[in-house]
């Protein structure tokens, strides 16, 4: 039998699970296993002993008398042998004989091993996953003491294995839903030393809710669905934990930011917004996630875990499904909540004023529209463009007001200038992910419009791509019902987000503004024209208008007109004016 290296016995694969669920391979020296080793070779009276175990294809030693090694090739161990039957300690007189052996691996200054005994760890039927072996420099044989005393030893080693594990499962493991907890997450990542990948933190956003509606064993139950959901996700090694009540945290190794947020991110956002049936209930449960990169966001666990969370709470903020970490944002967010409560204040005292700026029809030169464009009018900083301070408005949430304000002094602008004996034009306003996504949006619109008694073609809204980016579906829908009313919808900055224009034509919307960056270059640069060119052509064929922006002298406007673009905005036109101003140029542009 010991005349070739031991074959892996037949339940290797559950021998292997076994080992791993011991978590032991790699482990720092530990005083408990020295002591049961220098035992079994004082009782043995040899000079060697080891605690070791037998991996894929090497052998470990976890603990060790006499010997230099650390690990050998698991076709080399004798210890290989004796695990195949855990039932039964193994002992070979001299070793000398064994062909494939080599002793010399083993000994002090190249001294040969000749005597070899062990006993298996026997922790289940079957193999055994490991070893404690004595060995000598001579020819000999155990008393039948000494057999006893190892084989004893041996099973105190497995009982220790044992021990250790009931404590770590019960001190690392979450007992609602089975994952490990932060303590047993972090030690996977420890060990399994990953050199790149994605740290994602998962929020069941209304967990806290469902809990005082129908109580804590539905909110368990929910819990643990959103656990098993999370672990049909967990292939290809990706770890899973739960941090606290509603919040899980996922390792996902060799990922980049890209695969996640385009292929994973979505993924798991649409398995987690699935209803879930608990008793007789289905119950909705939406998700934020945030996501950062490591090491790339962070050189530690601790550094990305807390960028996760950064982005984690960036995504609560803005009511977003997802948001990964982004270091300017985080540098960015501290200088948004100092500025809160400024914001407040300036709201307070109506601080926030619209300002209007003409979109021009190219074809006959009339002002066909206005761009509602917000300012800050601070006491001492004067006037503050909308750069300044929009993003900290979107941040705090504050936007949602602010949005709400700039609408209705819209349309109070329109009354007035329509009071005014002028053809007042229609509206656009800006709208920010926050208020697109509120639930009242678009019967606030509603109410905006019929509180100056005009007609929904008075007003008309401008969203990026990135608003509806962030959260597809719920955009669409609200686009949806904004068009239903009357009002239009205008893609803003065209060209700078990440859709392509296949995309845009699945989307409900009236009208594109192309950005200012590609009407920059339009006469100096062929290629641009040529993208401007291929934008209009492809607007038109789907029935949209085409506006350019930031359209700055006559040559850029000559170069529109003749791609066929609609309209034009831009200083060469006007910049942006308070309400009382456009009012004046209206008067002059109707008297030209
Ligand atoms: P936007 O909606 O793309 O607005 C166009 C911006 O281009 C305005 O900047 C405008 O002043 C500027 N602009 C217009 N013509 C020219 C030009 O010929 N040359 C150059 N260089 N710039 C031109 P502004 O007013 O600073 O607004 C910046 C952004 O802030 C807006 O971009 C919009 O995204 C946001 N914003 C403004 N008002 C609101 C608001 O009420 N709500 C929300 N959510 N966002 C707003
Ligand atoms: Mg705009
Ligand atoms: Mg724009």
Known sequence: MLDQPARKPPDEQERMAELKDFSILDTAPDDDYERLVQLASVLCETPMAALTFIDHDRQWFKARVGLPPVQIPRRQALCAHTILDSGRLLEVEDVAGIPWFDASAYGHDGRAVRFYAAAPLKTRDGSAIGALCVMDYAPRTLTPAQRESLTKLGSAVASQL??????????????????????????????????????????????????????????????????????????????????????????????????????????????????????????????????????????????????????????????????????????????????????????????????????????????????????????ERGVIPPLDFVPALESTGLIREVGSHVIKRAMVDWAAWRAAGLKAPRIAVNVAAGQLRSAGFVEELRRAIESVGAQSSALGIEVTESVLISNIDTAIEALTQVRELGVPVAIDDFGTGYSSLAYIVTLPIDELKIDRAFIKKITADPAYRGIVHTCISLAHNLSLKVVAEGVETLAQQAALQELGCDEAQGYYYSPPIPADQMAALLLNRRSQ
């Open 162 to 379: 044992k021990l250790r594990r009931q404590l770590r499962v019960a001190t690392q493991t979450d007992r609602l839903t089975g994952l490990p907890n932060w303590l047993h997450f972090e030690s996977q990542f420890d060990t399994s030393k990953p050199s790149r990948g994605i740290v994602a933190f998962v929020r069941l956003r209304t967990v806290n809710q469902i809990n005082s509606a129908h109580g804590f064993r539905v909110a368990d139950n929910l819990i643990q669905q959103t656990a098993d959901r999370l672990r049909a996700h967990a292939d290809g090694g990706t770890f899973i934990g739960r941090i606290k009540r509603g919040l899980f945290i996922m390792f996902f190794p060799d990922m980049g930011p890209k695969d996640f947020s385009l292929e994973v991110a979505p993924r798991l956002t649409t398995e987690l917004h699935t209803p879930y049936g608990v008793n007789d209930l289905m119950l909705v449960c939406p998700v934020n996630l945030g996501f950062a990169t490591y090491p790339d966001d962070g050189k530690s666990l601790d550094e990305v875990v807390n960028a996760a969370d950064a982005a984690l709470q960036m995504a609560i903020e803005r009511d977003e499904s997802v948001a990964f970490f982004d270091k300017s944002v985080d540098n960015q967010l501290s200088v948004h909540y100092r500025l809160e409560p400024q914001l407040r204040k300036a709201l307070r005292l109506d601080q926030f004023v619209n300002y209007y700026q003409p979109k021009i029809n190219l074809a006959t030169g009339e002002v066909s529209g206005v761009e509602a464009l917000v300012r800050w009018i601070h006491p």
